[in-house]
């Protein structure tokens, strides 16, 4: 089945960090280019990371550069997302997301279903 | 860093009705502007790239249009499954979404 699971969200302290893991089945995650994006509870979709498929180039949100780190694991077909410094408003879904191909590259192709992340002390 | 504004925030329907979703970019991105639907607990959807193309497996009564800074999203005959909300998206420069328009039960 072709799908991409996200996991290692949990309730977590201010100041405390997360790692999260994005895996995918049925296809080689590392010939695509992979983005997180996040959704705050209430508010819609925001994009916070990138890593191209070859794994040398990643991009991040103002908001959240210096705090997020992304990062490969090919030999778990996996990305993973790096979150250090925590806060209160890091809280949310976070989805891993595909680009596709040609014509579709640059645009989120296929979704996880998310892990909650909560920041409470 | 390129702004995406959608309307309305909500929109109150019923199956069977034909709706419009506009989003606005805060510069021109040419047609570089998807559609994605999200539901609760589930995983968002693509529905339209590039503006206009239909992603595989989408029924054939979304469509899109628009090009530069103002693009609709167009739901004929409104289905049961399609009560959800409805992001934009530009990927001309980085990527930014809409604030979202909730299709709800009128």
């Known amino acids: 089945q072709v799908r991409l699971m996200e996991s290692g969200g949990g309730v977590v302290q201010p100041g405390r960090s997360l790692r999260l893991s994005c895996a995918a089945s049925g296809f080689t995650l590392s010939n695509f280019g992979v983005h997180w994006v996040r959704q705050a509870p209430g508010k819609g979709l925001t994009w916070v990371s990138y890593?191209?498929?070859?794994?040398?180039?990643?991009i991040y949100a103002n908001s959240v550069r210096g705090r997020f780190t992304i990062s490969r694991d090919s030999s778990r077909n996996a990305v993973s997302l790096q979150i250090s410094s925590l806060t209160p408003e890091d809280t949310g879904i976070y989805f891993c997301?595909?680009?596709?191909?040609?014509?579709?590259?640059?645009?989120?192709?296929?979704w996880g279903q998310g892990t909650m992340v909560t920041v409470s002390s | 860093d390129i702004q995406m504004t959608q309307s309305p925030s909500t929109l109150s329907a019923s199956v069977g009705d034909r709706l419009t979703i506009t989003c606005r970019a805060s510069?021109?991105?040419?047609?570089?502007l998807a559609w994605y639907q999200r539901k609760p607990g589930k995983a968002p959807n693509l529905l339209i790239y590039?503006?206009?193309t239909l992603n595989g497996g989408v029924p054939s009564r979304f469509s899109g249009s628009g090009s530069g800074t103002e693009f609709t999203l167009t739901i004929n005959s409104l289905q049961p499954d399609d009560f959800a909300t409805y992001y934009c998206q530009q990927y001309m420069s980085f990527w930014t979404f809409g604030q979202g328009t909730q299709v709800e039960v009128k």
């Open positions: 590039a503006a206009s």
């Open positions: 510069q021109n991105i040419n047609k570089y």
């Open positions: 890593i191209s498929y070859v794994g040398s180039n990643s």
């Open positions: 997301a595909r680009e596709g191909h040609a014509p579709k590259i640059n645009i989120f192709e296929m």
